[in-house]
């Protein structure tokens, strides 16, 4: 074992500074994956609406570089749709949207999105990434659900469903936020791995515009989707939410466990 671990480290030494190693042509998958490794992870945040447009946006952009290169990631933000190809994917270890409406881009573009992430690619969906591809409802399939209203933007109650994910350790088990609060459909808990949902104890339902009748909104789950890893978060629409560490944690964690379905294998 030390002996291959010695040998493999001799290979990317000597592969790193050109030299030709017929030795190691038996390691050449390893030494590719190593320098893989190494190399520093891109992550796309797309913003692009073609609906409505969040004022939060150029400030979440901000904060999301920083949490980035904290971690050692390139965050690259981008409103242009055209990167969404096969080619240009391939950078990226994960693509962030934070999105409205439907965005203009062919069906080569969408089957290669999809493709992207059924390949072991992490998507990771913030806040009105759900209000977006209405009309594509393979999109919908993916991330989980549709946005339906959002009946409060207040301090509301929030439940940790599952206290063991890496986006949501951090947090007590219940918790209030003050943010505008999404309600779902074509959404269930049988078909997501709930991470956060709306604690129905601490927040007023007599408002207007309560459609679900089981009165159960996830505000944040996980699903796994052909080798790739969705996560979702339904929070994020006002500024003191980007600057809240409990948000940043949860984001961040949440795009770092998007994209290691590779790594994992
Ligand atoms: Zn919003």
């Not at 933000?77 to 994917?89: C, I, Q, R």
């Not at 949207?97 to 913030?126: C, M, N, R, W």
Request: charged share 20%; with cysteine; glycine share 8%.
């Amino acid at each position: 074992m030390r002996h291959r671990l010695l040998t493999s480290l001799g290979c990317v030494v000597l592969a790193a500074a050109g030299a030709a190693v017929p030795s190691c042509q038996q390691h050449q998958n390893g030494v590719t994956m190593a320098l893989r490794a190494q190399a520093r992870p891109k992550v796309l945040y797309l913003t692009h609406t073609a609906g409505f447009v969040h004022d939060v946006l150029p400030h979440s952009e901000q904060v999301l570089r920083t949490l980035g290169a904290a971690q050692g990631w390139d965050v690259v933000p981008s409103k242009d749709v055209s990167l969404l190809t096969a080619a240009s994917l391939g950078e990226y270890a994960a693509v962030v949207f934070y999105t409205t409406g439907e965005l203009p881009v062919s069906d080569q573009q969408k089957q290669d999105l999809l493709a992207y992430v059924t390949a072991g690619h992490g998507f990771v969906g913030i806040h009105s990434a759900t209000d977006t591809f209405y009309k594509w409802p393979a999109y919908g399939e993916m991330i989980g659900g549709y946005f339906d209203g959002h009946p409060w933007h207040e301090q509301v109650g929030v439940r940790v469903d599952d206290p063991a994910h890496p986006s949501t350790t951090h947090l007590e088990p219940r918790f209030t936020i003050t943010d505008e609060i999404y309600q779902h459909r074509n959404w269930s808990r049988g078909q997501s791995h709930v991470l956060l949902t709306l604690d129905t104890d601490k927040v007023d339902m007599t408002k207007k515009g309560i459609k679900r009748s089981d009165k159960d909104f996830g505000l944040s789950w996980t699903r796994t989707y052909g080798s790739g890893r969705v996560f979702y978060t339904a929070l994020g629409h006002r500024k003191e939410v980007w600057d809240d560490p409990r948000y940043q944690t949860h984001l961040v964690e949440g795009i770092r466990w998007s994209m290691s379905a590779r790594t994992k294998s």
